[in-house]
């Protein structure tokens, strides 16, 4: 009955279940799922984006896995779930962000950007015609001088947080940066939380310096900066987070952003 | 059967079940009932509203979990359910009441921004295309020296209380309301009334500072104040509602908004 | 059988069943019959509006359960049923006794008015895209000195009636009013009438002042009146229509406008 | 399996069955059998239109139940069916005579007025996203001097008579009209014909003055007359058709407009 | 499992079937099929149109049965099935030769006229948002002194023919058509060949003048002549098809355009 | 589960099946199965397109069976399915035949005018609100001086050809064209090809001069030449192709155009 | 109950399954595998493109198989899938290659190129009313000097790659490219490649020149050059992947873009 039940909610566009569940909202959050992991950390000297950005043949430019996306000079964003959904929000945002500029002759605020984005994305989930975005973003950079972090998910619900992960592994990613995280990282401390804390979205041990993204906005610069390979392999190498040089990832049952 | 006939009315938006309910309103409700809850209390001396703000994770900040909203100097909001809805109907009343003081050169009375808001929504109820919004709201403020405080529902349907809470345990809560509210309250004793109201609304004992949002409009100077944490730990502490400072807030099943 | 027949006449917008009844239409009566009732009587002297406007808590403000709306200063409109669809009718209804005010200068006709709702109610059961009102009003005014009585149905027909009941427990009510009425009431005895009708449609004996609305409009000065608590009380008390000052209203299975 | 075979065209609006029926139509026209009986009869001196008219109650004013309608100086229409459709059509009548006059300065044929009424009513049986009208028209005027008596039907069809009736019992009055109809006709015979058919058309014995409406456009004025209840009371004495004068109408199962 | 086929190609608009077919078309051809016949024969001389025009009962007036219609001085049309449907080509045909008069100064074509009404037709059959029309067309006409009779079908294919019905039992009176057609017919030996096959529709033997409508235009003068009963009953008599005067038509089960 | 998995994928406009193919589309591709049979050739000097036109009657003009279609002087096209589609289609090609000449001052190349067309069937593929054309087309014309030969089908896919056939039987008569076709042909000797072809579409042996079109363009004047009967019952003949003048072809199973 | 399942997704346009995938869009990924393989292959000396187009009939043109498609001097794209909606994408990228050169004065980049027609083909997957493009494109050119080459797959998603195959037996055919490529390989090498990788993708061994496309976009020069069956000829017969000239390709189980 379970099954019966649930295929009168999924016909019509996004509408309520007798639970008050909104279940095209609920679905494209496993959309989200489905996808490669992307965490975010704050620390005091910055904000943190990494990304697990492993691609599905060794023939396939490793730059072309999208997962990090400069906004504006001092904010960035980091997606994870259904990749072209990922595209439209991550134009809308850069536009939103040109506009203020433009129009105020002032950075965009990271909480007005997220909201702004969440605002966009809520319309996808009340009126009819489009499906809602399966898509979730971590939106990072600095505001008036502060580290500042936000995660949008596919009902258009704006959060902020101190160090989260989305896709692949949630609960277990979570998990291990509350028992790592405290207020007074550094950078590099950051750094390394949230490469740690990629690795433990995957099934295997280690991460390798070509799957993997990294970027950084620090309070001092407020510039987005994305950490080429030779860094992060550096990094890795630093924290013993470096994949054992052994086995090709195969194109097995982990999860892709697709 | 139950369920047959009920698949019926569910995959069309909202029309009419053969006992005359309105199912997608139904199910809205449902939406807010999943909500953690909010409270307002109408004492002579002002309006007080408060909110369960527990977050799901150590690491979210608690200010981004949004229950309480400054509307205009004299108006506030406190909202219980689907947290993007409430957005779209805050931003709403927000412009409503900005629009108010720009044509008319004064303050949109409460009453009348209540309906303004429930007019709104009645119209995602009746007319295709949209599913209804999945929240409540308790609007609270000063109109002409008077306090007054509102609920709007997922139907469009206004209403003015004394006292009433939203979302989670909604039956418990104005159990303890009405056996506990009296007119002559100060504005502290709807303090105590609104934060004691609240913590039967959770299955713990007790409330944490960082998990409650607490905001009073007085007669007096009729501005909104949203407390901060060290206000809200003093009176919780006065009014020993403290939570033991034992277990965190498992993200188990109790209700939040999302 | 008749379940899967009637099944498949919810799903689309108001279309015929085979037997030639609008199924949406009669579910929105349906929503009719859950509100609490309203009366209305004819007298010479003037139109009497009544309804019960008993309130789900005693928390609620008895003032925020809107039965009786006037219109005009000669017309007033008491309603059962979707209090929020009723907001809209009554909205709709003051726009048009203004419209008619500013472009020809004098009072809307009790008739014309009813008829302009009743055809703007009649487009929302065959126009495809929006669902009926759920909605019965009373019609209630002075035109030119003579006291005229209207009702209008989520069909979009009206009738004009000497006395009639919308609302719950309607067939008991009409029998009651059609057992009592006579053609040469006084404004007084209209007002017993109406409220002793009233009180034929709750479970209880009697009424309580506070959970009663009443309305006049005489012959005499064409003018809404809107009576209190205090002259209500007084009303039932010389017509032996109190409560027993016993138990509060218990939030059971009785009719309550939502 | 006859029901499944029906289910799958009641879905849609309006499209053909397999045996080349438009089943909302022909539900459409279950619906004006439902309505009560309405009778034209065309003499050579003139008009008649007879009415059904009984109400539900007594309380009801029974000039509100609106059968026969004066559209312009020579032209009047009797409907039988969904009130408030036939209101619309009525309506739509009444300006379509208004612009002829306007436009044209003469009266608007009847043939051509019934024709454009037609038009508009078959649009509402072809194009999406409406319901067609669920009533039945008796159009009866005075065109260059010749009395003219046309139907329109749910499927906007026009059929000139001599006589006939619409809504209830129709096969019965029909029997009755083509039995005593003959050319020459005077118009108190017409009358008496009319009438006589209407008595048909309920399940009771005779009729009462104020369940009866009665208009005429005679050929000499072409002045559309509406008879008030003494002159029908009148007719109906001389033509023995008065109700013995014993129980009131019940609100059993006889049909009733709705 | 024939009839579960078919209900899913019935519910949508007008798609194809899986093997090729239309099914909205297919069933608006039955809907042809429930109208009374229509014929069209091509003689040297001139074009013949003739239609079984029966009425439901002997209280309808026989011109109110539309199935010749007068479309220019040079061209009418015949119709089979649904009257609403005929009424809407036919003013489209009609506007269609105005214009073509007012725009080139000149006659409308008869192949013209019918692909301009075909190709109105298969819109319906294509773009959603509405059903095909349940009608077919003779068209007959002088078109530089040639004569030429077409017919339109609810698909919207144009075909010219030496002689043709359409309507109830098509198939019995073709073969009466290919049994006596030939290409020397003079106009009065097509009268003789368009009414006999008339005759070959209908279950009884001969035909009543009031119940046959005739027209012809003629090489010579090139004008669209409807004969009337008298002129009827001249040629059925001559020919021997007149009804023996027996026993009205019953209102039994022979097709009857609707 | 065959039935009902293909059920699932015909009520909505064109959309994917799980093997990803368009079932609207395959199922236009049946109506154009269900048309006779049209051949196109091509040879050095010049194009052919031969049409099977029976009619279903001998009384239908062999004239109005329309398969073979000039569009401008150098091109023409012969169609096969739907006949009202390829109206449609026929006049899209006219018009934009006619645009090019006047924005361009010059022919329009046969590939052009073929994927304007296959552009143009593509929409009726992929956008809602319609249905896909059931029709395919062969286009044949002079482009430079040289013979070009095209066919559209209904997923608006463009292929050249040397030789083809569309519309009944399209394997034997493809089998029939590859196993005779080589590039010398002359003219003459294509439209034996297309002729001999034409005649293994049919069940009969031999092709009737009346139910055959024939076409071609030459490259020495570039001009569209439709063959007469005279002219087709020549070739005929001298192919030895004629049918034995015996049975009238039978209204029975026979692909025909509708 | 997986059939059951899926069917409820099937049924709208382009919504989410319970474990957050679009079929439509996974539908439309069947569609690019029913087609013909394409492979690009990107070599420090420029990019090669190779498509299987062999086709149906030796009746028909091999030139009219597109696969391969000139968009602008410096840039090709090689299709696989529906072919009439690669007609639309390869229209639409050569629209925004033009509208550049003319707004900008500059030749388009590859990767801009590349995410302009995946967001377009993003808004197919979202935005209700249409369904997704059955294809993949393989976009190859210089940019700045250095070769590109992308994919575009029907969800949206842009992928840069040093070498690929889209269509049939795609898993084969990477495998070939992964074992073979490497980074140092000439532009004939990587011709050899592609065209090695090609007869992988179909049952038979060898390739015929007639159908296979090849083209290639030099560093040296940007010019895309579209070799001849000559020219291709060489190249298979210097690599051994002639075809045996035997059998003919059968209409068989292959698969054929269509």
Do not use: C
Not at 10 to 36: C, H, M, N
Not at 58 to 69: G, N, Y
Not at 76 to 101: E, K, P, T, Y
Not at 104 to 116: A, F, N, R, S, V
């Amino acid at each position: 009955m379970q099954g019966q039940q649930q295929q009168a909610y999924d016909r019509g566009i996004t509408i309520f279940s007798p639970d008050g569940r909104l279940y095209q909202v609920e679905y494209a959050r496993e959309a989200v799922k489905r996808g490669t992991a992307s965490v975010g950390v704050r620390t005091a000297e910055g904000v943190v984006l990494a990304a697990d950005k492993r691609s599905r043949s060794e023939l396939m430019e490793p730059a072309s896995v999208e997962k990090l996306h400069k906004i504006d000079d001092h904010v960035g964003i980091a997606s994870a779930g259904h990749v072209a959904d990922a595209r439209q929000l991550i134009d809308f945002a850069r536009r939103q962000a040109q506009v203020n500029r433009l129009r105020y002759g002032e950075e965009m605020g990271i909480e007005t950007l997220t909201k702004t984005v969440t605002d966009h994305i809520q319309q996808y989930t009340q009126v009819g015609g489009a499906r809602p975005f399966g898509v979730a973003l971590i939106v990072g950079g600095i505001e008036n001088g502060e580290p500042r972090l936000f995660e949008t998910d596919p009902s258009g619900t704006p959060y902020e947080w101190k160090a989260l992960s989305i896709g692949a592994n949630r609960a277990d990613v979570r998990e291990h940066l509350e028992a790592e995280y405290h207020e007074e990282l550094t950078l590099e401390e950051g750094i390394e939380l949230a490469l740690s804390a990629l690795s433990e979205s995957g099934e295997e041990t280690g991460l390798e310096p070509d799957g993997v993204g990294l970027a950084t906005i620090e309070v001092g610069d407020e510039q987005y900066v994305d950490h080429d390979a030779a860094s992060i392999e550096g990094y890795l190498d630093e924290f013993s987070l470096l994949a054992a040089p052994e086995a090709e990832s195969e194109d097995g049952d982990e999860p892709v952003d697709e």
